[in-house]
């Protein structure tokens, strides 16, 4: 919780500076993901609520939303009021169940949010004909060490809500429905693979 009341709830692997100025109220995302409950505590009134990222700003229109740094994007979700993007000389207002992405160079149009996007806060993974190569990339973000899958089951879907608290459980629960099987040679090196090539 920080000094104007605002709640943040930082997601793995993610780095935020905080800057209140007096002037307005600054959250520098370096890396990561985090999902934001803008507070308005009074002796802050006037002073904007902005998330910093390498593509451009986001301006907290007395809001709740989701902020994610990519490696050359940035994505953010409103789940309620909106939000204010400023990106080069454009600006654009995105609203409640409204999701967008932008790089240095474009913005996109904004589209309807997956209610999905925010599962993490719950500690839970939802799928929907993800690939498993997506599927391990995020759940990777959750575990130590090695996580990878040999490419011959890589462009395989799978779908279904899985514990981001267990993702060893989270793992067993893909290869019960997928014809693939967890090889672990530690348990910091996991590599999913097709299941009659499993040792």
């Known amino acids: 919780q920080l000094a104007d009341g605002s709640h943040l709830r930082l997601n793995t692997d993610t780095a935020i500076d ?18 934001i ?9 006037g002073q904007p609520f902005i998330v910093v990222t390498d593509q451009g700003k986001i301006e907290a229109l007395g809001t709740q939303f989701n902020v994610r740094q990519n490696a050359d994007s940035t994505e953010v979700t409103v789940v309620q009021d909106s939000v204010l993007i400023h990106h080069a000389q454009q600006k654009l207002t995105l609203n409640a169940g409204e999701r967008i992405r932008f790089n240095q160079l ?24 993800m690939p ?14 090695t996580l990878r899958c040999d490419a011959t ?8 809500v899985f514990p981001l608290n267990d993702t060893d459980k989270a793992l067993q629960q893909m290869a019960q429905a997928l014809p693939v099987s967890i090889q672990s040679r530690t348990r910091y090196w996991v590599t999913v693979v097709p299941r009659d090539r499993a040792l």
């Open 37 to 45: 409950t803008t507070g308005h505590a009074a002796e802050f009134a």
């Open 153 to 160: 089951v890589a462009d395989l879907k799978v779908s279904g």
């Open 106 to 129: 474009e913005l996109a149009e904004a589209v309807k949010a997956d209610p999905a996007i925010t599962s993490w806060t719950q500690h839970k993974l939802v799928a929907e004909q």
């Open 18 to 35: 905080v800057e209140f100025n007096g002037k307005q109220r600054l959250i520098h995302l370096k890396h990561g993901e985090v999902f």
């Open 132 to 145: 498993v190569s997506e599927f391990i990339h995020e759940l990777s973000r959750y575990r130590s060490g």
